[in-house]
């Protein structure tokens, strides 16, 4: 009776306590969950090897984290596309980053900016080695393929063992995936804009089956296998809000919008024409809903 008596006692205790420390977390998160939204630029060079070594930007995706709406924004641009260049003429958005009078990152950046209305609070970089060791380091990325885009990734990268191929969901390692992300043959440029945008929500769905530790060990063992405009802290920071982005919905969206473009020249370069206009009050749309 004594002991029952105790046992009484020290869960009126105990319960108030844990009332007050289960409040107390949750008023932490409330403080640390973050606000506002961020936009960042992440490309990838034509390259293997060293980050530091410039060359045309492969691929190119803005990617918005909406912190209020609890969305994540990927949008693909075709590299081909032909944006205005401040001087009343048009370049080729993949070749702005070779600039060698000024910093071609910060070029790139300001560029996007200006076309399509879309402030841009920092820029990653990656290249080809850098693709393929994020995703081995994931453990693999799984996408649905068609039965075409399953030959030719097989085609192309070879077989994998342990990675076999066919129509449907698989299972891709970082060279496999190099190859879905890069491919064009099958269609152009813009079809390989919306695999891009594919990849890119397989893996944001890899991270969240990710614990908090993992990603944490992820981020400083393979930190790297980018070039970043912001410092090690900072990138601290965004791995941290980005904990609270794992449940948030993808929506993928590609620049050009189908119906908003045409193939031609230039300022004496060829390529996609959009209509920077109509693209750019799309896009504000798009983000907006």
């Not at 993949?94 to 402030?119: H, M, Q, W, Y």
């Not at 614990?211 to 063992?221: A, F, K, T």
């Not at 405009?229 to 920071?237: R, V």
Request: glycine share 8%; net charge positive; charged share 25%.
């Amino acid at each position: 009776m004594k002991f029952s008596g105790l046992r009484r006692l020290s869960l009126r205790r105990i319960v108030p306590l844990l009332l007050v420390l289960a409040a107390l977390l949750l008023i932490l998160l409330l403080i640390l969950r973050p606000r506002g939204q961020e936009t960042y630029l992440v490309y990838g060079v034509d390259q293997y090897g060293s980050l530091d070594e410039s060359g045309r930007s492969d691929a190119m995706m803005l990617v918005r984290l909406d912190h209020d709406h609890r969305r994540i924004y990927a949008v693909s641009m075709a590299r081909d596309m032909l944006i205005d260049n401040g001087h009343g003429g048009r370049t080729k958005i993949n070749t702005i980053i070779r600039k060698e009078s000024e910093d071609g990152n910060a070029a790139l950046c300001r560029a996007v900016a200006d076309n399509f209305g879309v402030p841009v609070d920092g820029w990653f970089r990656i290249n080809f080695s850098s693709l393929v060791s994020i995703v081995d380091a994931l453990g693999g990325v799984s996408v649905e393929l068609s039965a075409e885009e399953a030959r030719y990734i097989d085609k192309t990268a070879g077989l994998w063992p342990g990675y076999p191929l066919s129509e449907g969901v698989c299972r891709l390692c970082g060279g496999q995936a190099l190859w879905f992300a890069r491919c064009r043959k099958l269609d152009s440029d813009l079809g390989r804009g919306q695999r891009q945008s594919r990849l890119a929500a397989a893996l944001v769905s890899e991270i969240r089956r990710t614990g908090i530790r993992s990603i944490y060990s992820l981020y400083e063992s393979m930190n790297h296998a980018w070039r970043a405009s912001l410092s090690p802290a900072q990138q601290a920071k965004l791995v941290f809000r980005a904990l609270f982005a794992r449940r948030y919905r993808v929506t993928q969206l590609s620049l050009p919008f189908e119906g908003t473009f045409r193939y031609g020249e230039a300022s004496g370069t060829s390529g996609i024409l959009p209509d920077l206009e109509k693209n750019r009050e799309l896009l504000q749309s798009a983000l907006s809903e």
